[in-house]
Every structure is written in C-alpha cells, then in structure tokens.
C-alpha cells in the first residue's frame, strides 16, 4: 500500500514524469523576462500535479541564478478568506529573503514597501476583516497613507511592477490544490493572478 503523497525531487520518479519536469523548467527560464506569463498544468485530481510543480522547483533550485519561487496554495485558507493579502504578503517574504548584498537589499525593502503601497490601495475594494496582511500593515504611517490615497491602484501596481524589474529577479509563483477547491474559490484565484500578476 503507498500513501497518496506528492514526491518532492525527480530522483523519487517512477512514472517518467521528470522529463515533463524539465520541460516546463527550461520553458520558465527561456521566458521574457520583463513580461509576465501563465501556464497551466492540468490534470485529474491524484494524477501528480504536485509532484511534477515539486519536481520544477527542485530544478530551478539548481540554477547558478534561481528564480525566487513564491509557493501559493489557496487550500490552505478558509474559504471567505480574501487571497490577495497572504499572496501580497508571501511574495513580500520571498522577496525579502532572496538577496544577501546590502544593494539588493535595498531594493528588495523598496520592492516590499511597493508591495505594501498596492495591498494598502487594495483595502477599499477588500474588506479588512477579510485575511490578514501580517506584517505589510506596519509600513504605512498616516502621513504616507494620505500620499499614497491619490494614486490609483493601476498606478501603484505600474510602481511595483517598476520595483520588481529593478530586483532582477525571476520570479515563478506556483499555486497548487486548485483542483480541491470551490468553484469560487477558484475565481478568487484567477482574479488574484489578474490583480498581482
């Protein structure tokens, strides 16, 4: 008997699924990287979709230059709950964490400060009570609040953009566990991808 568990490196591949693995690893490295690109991996619930997203991290974790991989699963969150905040917040982490030089850390910080800046223009359309910003809501003082009121979200999410190009850095958000959830669920996640993304 063998329990239902994702494997987690292309060593532990019995089905030929490595191969698919390094496709989609060479596709995410060979991509623009100024743009922004969706891809999907479909498949019946059970039939290693985890694996093989597990399998692709574990191969751009080989890269001389990584890409920062931001591992999303909305599984994880009560259903209500609003997904922009832990994303915001996840990718502000990742970020963070990913670079070592003092001069990347200052853009990293100014990335994470635009990130917080978007959140914050967000909190009209989301509800507070709505999921949890963590740390992100600390940035703001009253004073910064009321200049960043009169920017428009597009406007705030051109500057992350702006932000995020000046980090170098590729970065590969994986959401997994679609296939478990509602219906409604799901549409929060493709309205997440088009909001963030």
């Given amino acids: 008997m063998d329990a239902d568990y994702p494997i987690t490196k292309c060593n532990e591949d019995q089905l030929g699924r490595a191969h698919l693995a390094q496709h ?10 100024a743009h ?8 019946s619930w059970g039939s290693g979709k985890t694996s093989v997203l597990n399998m692709v991290r574990e191969l751009l974790g080989k890269d001389d230059d ?14 209500g709950t609003d997904l922009v905040r832990p ?16 001069a990347a850390k ?7 400060e635009a990130i917080g800046d978007y959140a914050n223009a967000l909190d009209p359309i989301i509800p507070p009570q709505l999921g949890v910003l963590g740390g992100l ?17 597009e ?12 980090l170098h850095l590729r970065i590969v958000v994986m959401i997994d566990d679609l296939d478990r959830l509602p219906n409604e669920i799901v549409c ?10």
Avoid at 66 to 79: L, T
Avoid at 106 to 111: Q, T
Avoid at 188 to 197: G, H, K, T, Y
């Fill in 24 to 33: 989609v690893a060479d596709m995410l490295r060979a991509a623009p990287a």
């Fill in 36 to 43: 922004s690109i969706v891809l999907g991996l479909s498949g």
């Fill in 66 to 79: 990584p890409p920062v991989i931001v591992r999303f699963n909305p599984w994880n969150y009560p259903v």
């Fill in 87 to 102: 994303f915001l917040n996840l990718l502000a982490s990742e970020i963070r964490n990913a670079r070592s030089s003092e």
């Fill in 106 to 112: 200052k853009l990293a910080e100014d990335a994470v």
């Fill in 137 to 153: 809501a600390h940035i703001f003082s009253t004073r910064r609040k009321k200049a960043l009121s009169q920017k428009t979200p």
């Fill in 155 to 166: 406007e705030l999410k051109r500057q992350l953009a702006d932000k995020l190009l000046l």
């Fill in 188 to 197: 929060a996640v493709f309205q997440l991808v088009a909001a963030v993304a």
